[in-house]
């Protein structure tokens, strides 16, 4: 793509998004020049409905499908100034299913399992906190309000500011990981091997070790460990709205969720038949059956 490419990552930047939202566009704008060998240009809608078509028969999800035609979208919206060439796209609809969560034990295991300080903190950040991965990784010591007991998120989801609590606990965890760790200023979690600020890639490829490691039968992510967070404050009676500021949700209805993995406030939830009468006759109280009538004469 050559200027072009060079155009839409400066337009990418300029708009905010996070660099790993940058590079999944650029991906998928490159991947439609080189199913076409054509500058995007020369192309327009047939190009970009035979491209679409094509992603959906290959077997993309969901979720992947998404990220190509967001990355098409903004080439033609913004970089090249010709919405109308894709006004007719939609978003692909998946299948929502309930948010996946640990239990406390298996959070527990999973940390014990976590040998290494950088990713071990980074875990109880990300379940102390409820943060996204991109949003921990990118902490830097001046984000750390011990006095307030906050920890500011600066580089939130839509370039979103919002602030969350920091426990004794997680402070303490943090001033250990800093004695031993010592990262360059102003950064918190920098690779010992790269000298740079850690990769959510990373985090992810060592939660799967450690899950492995502790002998967990369900898939570890950084987001279950949101989701957990999310959801242990359910189980302990904390108001939705509160959570949906601590995760940063831009509508309440996104929270709301959780509440169907929430097993205390499933149980706490009364049935309506708790709520008949108690002269109701039930199946084991019945008497014995009545002798039929005899035929009248």
Excluded: N
């Excluded at 047939?46 to 094509?54: M, Q």
């Excluded at 090249?80 to 948010?99: D, F, I, N, Q, T």
């Excluded at 014990?112 to 980074?122: C, H, N, Q, V």
């Excluded at 979103?160 to 979690?189: G, T």
């Amino acid at each position: 793509m050559g200027v072009l490419r060079d155009r839409m990552r400066q337009d990418l930047a300029l708009a905010g998004y996070a660099l790993g939202t940058q590079v999944h566009y650029l991906g998928a704008a490159i991947r439609f020049v080189r199913r076409f060998m054509l500058s995007p240009d020369c192309m327009g809608q047939e190009h970009l409905r035979a491209h679409v078509a094509e992603l959906g028969e290959s077997g993309l999800g969901a979720s992947a499908l998404k990220v190509q035609i967001a990355g098409l979208r903004f080439l033609y919206e913004k970089t090249l100034g010709r919405p109308a060439e894709v006004a007719w796209m939609s978003w692909p609809r998946a299948p929502r299913g309930l948010p996946r969560v640990l239990d406390i034990s298996e959070i527990v295991a999973l940390l014990g399992a976590l040998e290494s300080p950088l990713y071990r903190i980074l875990a109880l950040v990300m379940y102390g906190t409820g943060l996204r991965v991109s949003e921990a990784a990118v902490l830097e010591v001046g984000d750390i309000d011990a006095a307030r007991g906050v920890i500011r998120v600066r580089r939130g989801k839509g370039g979103k500011e919002r602030e969350v609590m920091l426990s004794p606990k997680l402070l303490e965890a943090l001033r250990s990981y800093w004695r031993v760790a010592r990262p360059p200023r102003p950064h918190l979690f920098v690779s010992p091997k790269t000298g740079e600020v850690v990769r959510p890639e990373a985090v992810r490829t060592a939660l799967r070790r450690a899950r492995l490691d502790a002998g967990l039968r369900k898939a570890v992510t950084p987001h279950m460990l949101r989701h957990s967070f999310a959801t242990h404050l359910l189980d302990e009676g904390t108001d939705v709205r509160v959570i949906q500021h601590l995760l940063g949700h831009a509508s309440v209805a996104t929270t709301v969720r959780y509440t169907r993995v929430s097993t205390a406030i499933t149980a706490a939830t009364q049935s309506p038949l708790d709520k008949l009468p108690p002269l109701v006759r039930t199946a084991a109280k019945r008497t014995a059956p009545r002798k039929k009538a005899g035929r009248r004469v």
